[in-house]
């Protein structure tokens, strides 16, 4: 960026704000010679040690500054040609508004995840909440203790699917950020010669026949979002089938477009429409909790019920036919439930595991009235008691990973 001759600072403004950031121990270095689109330095200090991380500052003063706002922020406007030295710098840079009236002094990190772009430049809302004070030192220290970029993709999984015949594997990679077309191929491309190599087993028995041995088969599941995972409604799949693999071994194709040699694409048409269709159908999280809590209120008392009479029947105080007739009755309750919660729409994200730990639940619930339900082949009276006893057991040990996952979402 050029340097603008003649430039100066506000010396009210850069005054005011040397103050503050003193009094809040940091050290204040003014940088008056020229500006470059940076007025200042400060230096953060740890228990009255200087620690050599700097922050870059753009102090702007006077009533102009404070004409344009919303309900909690102020609105700063730039060009492009300081955005992008700031956005360059190899310090942070950091922008403030100070008004020399009540002299308050209102701050935003120069960030992309701030900056809007506008069509004839950018803004910026600085929050008015956000001023200098001690309140800030976690927050500049987070700025000058910069973490590492995520990476563009996480592997969210790799499951071992070998056989004695072939060394497969298969991979679920979430999407980080927006990719192209050409991107998603090039990472397919790299992800498939490294899992090729991979030498995570899923048993010692498959650890010892296949160690350092290349897998003869890859695919890769490919999703935009981690949501798009837990649904799995991925953008792409793609397959990689080793030369060396009998073709008695090789599995089914997808038949999808080739992108370099053995390495298949398929594009799943289908994406936009079914991310649209979970959209649109998705309970809200208070509607999923009422619905999850209702439904457990309402299962519990008659599982405890089908308990308390299975226990009278081991006593021989009911005979097989009253404790027919007495589930047979509760059974509609279950039922209602189990259709309430099954034919409801999509929890939201958020509640996956809770949702899955409720699906479970009510089927266990559901699998103890069964046999009195109408449905299926159910003449032997042993496996009746077999079928009641132990699937209330599981109703019981799953409901406290239910109560679990809920208190998690609540």
Known sequence: M???????????????VDEKFSRCGYIFREQPIVDCGIDAHIELVDEDSATGNLIALQIKSGPSWFTEETDNHFIFRGDNNHLSYWLDHSLPVVIILCNVDT?????QSISPTYIIKTPKAWKIGIPKSQKINAGMNTD???????????NDFTIVSTGDVSHGRAKRYSLRIVLN??????????????????????????????????????AQVVWLFIYPSAEDEKKDNFICQSEWVSNELPKDFSPISN???????????????????????????????????????????TLTPLISEAQSMLSRYKKEELSFLELK??????????????????DSNFAPYECNDADLK??????????VFLPFSGIGNWDNDKQIIHNIESQINYYFTTLPEFQFEIKKVQ
């Open 2 to 16: 050029k340097r603008q001759k003649n430039s100066s600072t506000d010396r009210i403004g850069v005054s005011i």
């Open 103 to 107: 002299r308050e002094c209102f701050w």
């Open 140 to 150: 500049l220290k987070r700025l000058v203790n910069k973490l590492p970029a995520p």
């Open 177 to 214: 950020k927006e990719h192209t077309q050409a991107e998603i191929i090039d990472l397919i491309k790299i992800q498939t010669k490294e899992a090729i190599y991979c030498e995570y087993h899923r048993s010692d028995i498959v650890r010892k026949h296949w160690r350092n041995k290349p």
């Open 255 to 297: 038949k999808g477009e080739k992108i370099s040699n053995n390495l298949l694409v398929i594009w799943n048409d289908s994406y936009l429409e079914t991310a649209t269709f979970h959209s649109s159908n998705s309970m809200s999280k208070e509607e999923f909790v009422l619905l999850a809590n209702k439904s457990i209120e």
């Open 325 to 342: 007739l007495i589930l047979t009755e509760l059974f509609d309750k279950v039922d209602n439930v189990n259709s309430e919660v099954n």
């Open 358 to 367: 409720l699906k479970s639940v009510v089927c266990f619930a559901h699998n």
